[in-house]
């Protein structure tokens, strides 16, 4: 059968109260019109689309008989939908695809989501495969993004100590124009700041400095980029580094540092939910994600970072090494950082000194 392939584009203003940001869920389709396949795959991730649609396609070609629906979504509404359908034993998507993974460990945890055995699930490592039921599929590092034109390359913070010292004169050029993700609407920079608190002896002096200099807490890796590259911030800290170095491939104004003290790496986590209509197509894509073509695919769209010289088959745009490097593991421990009581008092840390400082 001649494949029949669509991509449509739709996109849906999602305000937030407390930043004003505007983000958008945008939904791409695949295969055969939607309504008359007689085989669906319904996606829900928070990748964005525009890396994420080429490793889509190149499955579509595997299966063309499939309908394929992604839909991005931002991390903590995927997780409530999920959640919700969970709790009303409905089906929502097949597949679930997040870069919070304490979210998506709660999920698995909550009996939310389904097992699933192959050759390629049993083949990663075990902290990126948790009770065969929630596996990771990237290999995403947190990195320091720095405008090149406007931070003298002896300024650029190699490590946390760096940007500690940078920032510490009273009157320095970093104040007000280095940012974050805002953590109380960014489930991944939720995960990021709990994480660091656990890992880093700096993560108090850190906190203390980049408050000290008024921090921006925003929304979204694009946006927060944007803003990096046209000099509104002259940098940004714990940005995910596949957005970052795709962003650096094309734009000189970017450099992208992987903190040499240790840099946290992020593997997105999929799940096929307990009560999915069409498990089966989720499974294929999940093997394929792990396959040889897969993980080209994500590489390709810098979901999957390499480390080491160009020569090596690393990123010649990132700084940083792989003995610095931390997979952040799935277990339990990631929900420490959900409990009620625990996140309520690690937000108010956060409010104290860099929430309440948002654009």
Not at 179 to 191: K, N, P, R, V
Not at 344 to 353: A, H, N, P
């Amino acid at each position: 059968m001649k494949l029949c392939s669509r991509v449509i584009l739709t996109y849906l203003a999602l305000a937030f109260a407390t930043s004003g940001a505007l983000a958008q869920d945008e939904i791409v389709t695949l295969g055969p019109p939607w309504n008359e396949a007689g085989e669906r795959l319904l996606i829900q991730g928070s990748t964005d689309v525009e890396p994420f649609t080429p490793v889509l396609k190149a499955f579509s070609a595997r299966v063309p008989n499939l309908a394929i629906r992604y839909e991005e979504i931002l991390t903590n509404e995927l997780y409530e939908r999920a959640m919700r359908a969970c709790h009303d034993g409905e089906a929502s998507a097949d597949l679930v695809i997040s870069s919070a993974i304490d979210l998506q460990v709660k999920l698995v945890n909550d009996r939310c989501a389904q097992p699933h055995v192959s050759d390629r699930t049993e083949a990663l490592p075990d902290w990126a495969n948790w009770r065969d039921e929630m596996f990771g599929i990237t290999f995403e590092p947190a990195v320091i993004v720095y405008n090149r034109d406007r931070v003298p390359p002896e300024q650029v913070p190699r490590s946390r100590f760096d940007l500690i010292d940078m920032v510490r004169p009273a009157e320095n050029p970093y104040a007000g124009r280095i940012a974050t993700y805002d953590i109380e609407q960014s489930g991944l920079g939720y995960l990021f700041a709990f994480v660091d608190s656990q890992h880093a002896t700096t993560f108090g002096r850190l906190i203390e400095a980049l408050a000290r200099n008024r921090m921006v807490a925003t929304c979204c890796s694009a946006e927060i980029i944007d803003g990096v590259a046209e000099g509104r911030y002259l940098l940004a800290y714990n940005m995910l580094g596949s957005y970052a170095l795709a962003r650096a491939e094309v734009d000189p104004r970017i450099g992208v540092v992987a903190p040499a003290d240790y840099t946290l790496v992020l593997a997105r986590a999929a799940l096929i939910p307990r009560w999915a209509e069409n498990p089966e197509p989720a499974k294929r894509f999940i093997n394929f994600l792990l396959s040889e073509e897969g993980r080209l695919q994500l590489a390709e769209a810098s979901l999957i970072v390499s480390f080491g010289s160009s020569e090596d088959g690393g990123s010649s745009l990132l700084s940083g090494g792989p003995s610095t490097l931390h997979p952040i593991p799935f277990s339990p421990a990631l929900l420490v950082g959900l409990d009620r009581q625990k996140r309520e008092i690690f937000l108010d840390l956060w409010r104290s000194s860099v929430g309440g400082i948002q654009e």
